[in-house]
């Protein structure tokens, strides 16, 4: 389960730690997509309507899960490299209290405030039963929903992405299977593809706290390790609380755009719509690095071995710019095509579409960058310099960016797309001052720490 990311290739550890996380964010694309095709199938406009709506919803909730259980993979990383198992039994434990008492303290809050939600997002009134539905089923299965995520990233702490993928593999076959039985042949409508989503979690979490129950004797796991501790409490959301509010700003940042969209008429709305789907699969793999470059340079953190982290922020860079750069290539040539495959006899927002699309798809290249940073701050525990970079880009290009594009330029997408590439440019300076400026100086004092007064170079 435990594997060591100090010794070795560095960039081979890189990939086979890179590529199974890569794989489980797919499959939980591509299962969560199911919920909304397979409900297409079998049901009208209102029921999409509310599965759309509600897996918007989650989808948020679940990133900022995803961000605020960061500060779990970055401190069971750096104890597993310091080869303290006493540390990392003790992040285990006080990770598995605080998300439980964190996922039932906002379980009962998203129940109470269903109807708030619903009304915020505007919902439509022939899908507002079936979208009331959905969420409260889903809101229900948020304690699954929750330690999924967390069990996941103490797999990710120990080095391990394998088994997460395993476990989200068997998920999403139990989800598609459910989908098909209870909105198929049951006709429960959106409500069946709630319960299939919350039913393949918490099969996914039992699987999990298997796996994890088999090896807790390996990692010194004990009921101690379960009690409260204020150290390790305060490590735990240091890290993952800068990040979970990073991610949700982001996601914000994204309805703010999609309502200059929908602003602008049916037509553009639909096309924004398509390429931000089609933009969040692509970016899986500056994901995927940013979990990798953070999980790799916090066990050699631990490990006291900070030129193998640098060295694995460079090769995380360069992978997402060398793939950033081909996907912005063909996205340039095949932009229309691409968009063309999620919506028949439109032209016009397929027109639009491509516009966005070749513009958005430099985002590809540039924002990997910034991601591979905000994971290594996380590894050194100063996750509040990802926050204050992307509240900077937010506030200052992306939102104004696109609202000025929008008015400057209504006939056409192209500068519109452009303002998220911006906005990760200018994160990418900052980052790069960042490291230099204050980084650095961290690991400098680290390194001088080691050096015993009064020993030469030749002892």
Request: glycine share 10%; charged share 10%; hydrophobic share 50%.
């Amino acid at each position: 389960m435990q594997k060591d990311l100090t010794k070795g290739s560095l960039f081979g550890k890189m990939m086979q730690f890179a590529v199974p996380y890569l794989v489980a964010c797919f499959l939980q694309t591509f299962y969560g997509m199911a919920d909304l095709f397979i409900t297409g199938q079998f049901n009208g406009a209102a029921a999409v309507s509310a599965v759309a709506v509600g897996s918007q919803v989650m989808h948020m909730l679940t990133v900022v899960i995803v961000g605020l259980a960061m500060g779990t993979t970055v401190c069971i990383s750096r104890s597993v490299g310091a080869g303290s198992k006493k540390q990392t039994a003790g992040f285990i434990g006080n990770s598995a209290v605080l998300f439980g008492i964190f996922a039932a303290v906002l379980t009962v809050v998203l129940l109470l405030c269903t109807g708030l939600i619903l009304n915020i997002l505007a919902v439509p009134s022939e899908a507002l039963v079936q979208a009331r539905r959905y969420l409260i089923i889903c809101f229900i299965g948020v304690p699954f929903i929750t330690a999924y995520n967390v069990v996941s990233s103490i797999f990710r702490g120990l080095g391990d992405t394998k088994s997460p993928m395993m476990f989200v593999a068997v998920a999403g076959l139990i989800n598609v299977g459910f989908d098909y039985l209870l909105i198929g042949p049951m006709g429960m409508g959106a409500a069946g593809a709630a319960i299939a989503t919350v039913g393949s979690q918490a099969f996914s979490v039992v699987l999990a706290l298997l796996f994890l129950m088999r090896g807790k004797d390996s990692m010194g796991v004990t009921r101690r390790d379960f009690i409260p501790d204020g150290q390790y409490m305060g490590q735990l959301l240091g890290i993952g609380v800068p990040v979970a509010f990073q991610e949700g700003l982001i996601q914000v940042s994204f309805l703010v755009i999609t309502a200059i969209a929908n602003s602008r008429g049916v037509n553009v709305a639909a096309a924004v719509g398509i390429v931000e789907k089609i933009i969040s699969f692509l970016f899986l793999v500056p994901s995927s690095m940013l979990s990798t470059v953070s999980a790799v340079a916090a066990q050699n953190a631990g490990a006291g071995r900070h030129d193998r982290g640098r060295r694995a922020l460079r090769y995380g860079i360069s992978v997402c710019v060398c793939v950033g750069t081909v996907i912005f290539v063909i996205c340039q040539f095949a932009a229309e095509g691409i968009v063309g495959r999620f919506v028949v006899n439109e032209p016009e927002v397929i027109r639009l579409g491509g516009q966005y699309l070749r513009s958005y798809s430099l985002d590809c290249a540039i924002a990997g960058i910034q991601f591979c940073f905000s994971g290594y701050f996380s590894a050194y525990g100063k996750s509040q310099y990802s926050f204050i970079h992307n509240i900077i880009s937010i506030a200052l290009v992306r939102i104004p960016g696109a609202y000025l594009a929008s008015v400057l330029y209504p006939q056409t997408l192209y500068p519109m797309g452009l303002a998220a590439p911006m906005g990760s440019l200018l994160s990418s300076v900052i980052c790069l001052f960042l490291y230099k400026r204050l980084v650095m100086d961290i690991i400098k004092t680290e390194d001088a720490a080691k050096i015993q007064p009064g020993r030469g170079k030749n002892e």
